[in-house]
């Protein structure tokens, strides 16, 4: 008796831990971007988020954006891309201000949440060169 219940909760364990990392490690593609301020400059240091949409969101793939205004995605594992699907973008900018104030969003806060920034992309099941995002003021 004591054998059977062990090998239950074995069982048990071992298909709740299974579930679970299959739905998180979907396949990624890759994806690469460009984003400009709205005076034409590389949009250097901000964070751009892919937000899922749909019922089933998953993970949040996120981008720094490099000195000429470039990024790659990640997921899981650096530069991975990101699932398929359509996405949510946001985009914020944190950068310190004068030193007794803590460091501050420098977009407007319209692109900060998915529901107001108006920035949208689909990752196909291959690599993606999103077009190039211009922020306005």
Same mark, same amino acid.
């Given at each position: 008796?004591? +054998?059977?219940?062990?090998?239950?909760?074995?069982?048990?364990?071992?298909?709740?831990?299974?579930?679970?990392?299959?739905?998180?490690?979907?396949?990624?593609?890759?994806?690469?971007?460009?984003?400009?301020?709205?005076?034409?400059?590389?949009?250097?240091?901000?964070?751009?988020?892919?937000?899922?949409?749909?019922?089933?969101?998953?993970?949040?793939? +996120?981008?720094?954006?490099?000195?000429?205004?470039?990024?790659?995605?990640?997921?899981?594992?650096?530069?991975?891309?990101?699932?398929?699907?359509?996405?949510?973008?946001? /985009?914020?900018?944190?950068?310190?201000?004068?030193?007794?104030?803590?460091?501050?969003?420098?977009?407007?806060?319209?692109?900060?949440?998915?529901?107001?920034?108006?920035?949208?992309?689909? /990752?196909?099941?291959?690599?993606?060169?999103?077009?190039?995002?211009?922020?306005? +003021?």
């Amino acid at each position: 008796m004591k +054998r059977s219940l062990t090998i239950l909760v074995a069982t048990l364990a071992f298909g709740l831990t299974s579930c679970g990392k299959s739905d998180a490690l979907k396949p990624t593609f890759p994806v690469s971007g460009q984003i400009l301020l709205p005076d034409g400059k590389p949009a250097e240091h901000a964070l751009v988020i892919f937000h899922p949409v749909g019922p089933a969101a998953g993970p949040k793939p +996120r981008g720094k954006v490099l000195a000429n205004g470039t990024y790659q995605l990640t997921t899981f594992a650096t530069d991975d891309g990101a699932p398929a699907g359509d996405y949510q973008v946001t /985009v914020e900018l944190w950068l310190p201000g004068r030193p007794d104030e803590g460091p501050s969003n420098r977009l407007n806060a319209k692109y900060a949440k998915p529901d107001s920034s108006g920035l949208t992309a689909t /990752v196909g099941t291959g690599p993606a060169e999103i077009k190039t995002i211009t922020l306005k +003021r």
